[in-house]
């Protein structure tokens, strides 16, 4: 089992970056792709960004390329979500998510959940 918590979220402007961290308990951390997911107010919980076990391999969503980064340290149980040039619809609770599927975007196919952190962007 993997217990996550995400943490680094609050309020940045237009622009500005933001760096998420999830810390995650349980021997098996490697073992899982992780994931970060969003939701906003109103709306349904979407894919952000992937990584794989091993952190080869890395997925994210269109609208997010090029403007955020995740990477892994296995050793340290960790992931984390660089955010730069970010924008007002990016306001959302960011969430870390552990699968047991390879490369998946797919909110059923994620096994264990963070609380959430907060971001809002103002502009």
């Known amino acids: 089992q993997v217990q996550l918590v995400e943490s680094g979220g609050g309020l940045v402007q237009a622009g500005g970056s933001l760096r998420l961290s999830c810390a995650a308990s349980?021997?098996?951390?490697?073992?899982?792709?992780m994931g970060w997911f969003r939701q906003a107010p109103g709306k349904e919980r979407e894919f952000v960004a992937g990584?794989?076990?091993?952190?080869?391999?890395?997925y994210y969503a269109d609208s997010m390329k090029g403007r955020f980064t995740i990477s892994r340290d296995n050793a340290k149980n960790t992931v984390v979500l660089q955010m730069n040039s970010l924008k007002p619809e990016d306001t959302a609770v960011y969430y870390c998510?552990?699968?047991?599927?390879?490369?998946?975007?797919?909110?059923?196919?994620?096994?264990?959940w963070g609380q959430g952190t907060q971001v809002t962007v103002s502009s």
């Open positions: 998510a552990a699968s047991r599927y390879r490369g998946t975007m797919t909110t059923d196919e994620y096994d264990y």
């Open positions: 990584i794989a076990w091993s952190g080869g391999n890395t």
């Open positions: 349980g021997r098996t951390f490697s073992r899982y792709a």
